[in-house]
């Protein structure tokens, strides 16, 4: 299975400052088809997860463009523009491309 | 707006069987791929099963291969998820998730718990 490895496991982040997540994966995530599928989540506490970026880059509708994601390969980063106290939770990204789909172990957001 | 409502979850001793299901409003159920993720205490989450738009291709994580069969009702807007012979390593949040790669995908529900114990 695909393992994907996300740093750092907590985030304290102070009000409008900015954040940024890793995650690195075991193997490529480039599809046959030429799509990365990597996603990231957003879980608040007794919530279900939320989409945020999907295939990479891509945000989801309503989703604040403080939000962006990069990366390729094996080699992904979401990051936080400024961070709003609305933004706590944990974070996952996921990969698609290989069956079965996979989620890093998360990054819990804080405010300081 | 995107609605997934699961039901089904419960206690059930181990050995036992429990069918989840998951009803979707707001979107074209028939057009998407369907999946199963489950989330237990230690909040990791793990992807169980999947099933395509028409109902011909399933996948299962290899922890549940044998023992639960995802299938859908496209008529009705519904995805199922039959467990059988039940382990305590099976208790978790069960979500079920649409399109998970689609642009206009992505929508989890609210879970149902399952927990096996005697």
């Known amino acids: 299975d695909v393992v994907l490895t996300q740093s750092p496991l907590s985030l304290p982040v102070t009000l409008g400052q900015p954040a940024s997540i890793s995650c690195r994966s075991s193997q490529s995530l480039v599809h046959s088809d030429g799509n990365t599928f990597l996603n990231w989540f957003h879980q608040r506490p007794g919530q279900s997860p939320r989409r945020l970026i999907y295939t990479i880059s891509n945000r989801d509708s309503g989703v604040p463009d403080r939000f962006s994601g990069s990366g390729s390969g094996t080699d992904f980063t979401l990051k936080i523009s400024r961070v709003e106290a609305e933004d706590v939770g944990v974070y996952y990204c996921?990969?698609?491309?290989?069956?079965?789909?996979?989620f890093g172990g998360g990054t819990k957001v804080e405010i300081k | 707006e995107v609605q997934l409502v699961e039901s089904g979850g419960g206690l059930v001793q181990p050995g036992g069987s429990l069918r989840l299901s998951c009803t979707a409003s707001?979107?074209?159920?028939?057009?998407?791929?369907m999946h199963w993720v489950r989330q237990d205490s230690g909040k990791g989450l793990v992807w169980v099963s999947r099933?395509?738009?028409?109902?011909?291709?399933?996948t299962y994580a290899d922890s549940v291969k044998g023992r639960f069969t995802v299938s859908r009702d496209n008529a009705r807007s519904t995805l199922y998820l039959q467990m059988n012979s039940l382990r305590g390593e099976d208790t978790a949040v069960y979500y079920c998730?649409?399109?998970?790669?689609?642009?206009?995908?992505?929508?989890w529900g609210q879970g149902t718990l399952v927990t096996v114990s005697s």
């Open positions: 998730v649409v399109g998970v790669t689609a642009p206009s995908g992505g929508y």
């Open positions: 996921m990969q698609a491309t290989h069956w079965p789909h996979t």
């Open positions: 707001g979107l074209a159920f028939r057009n998407y791929w």
């Open positions: 099933i395509n738009s028409g109902g011909t291709l399933t």
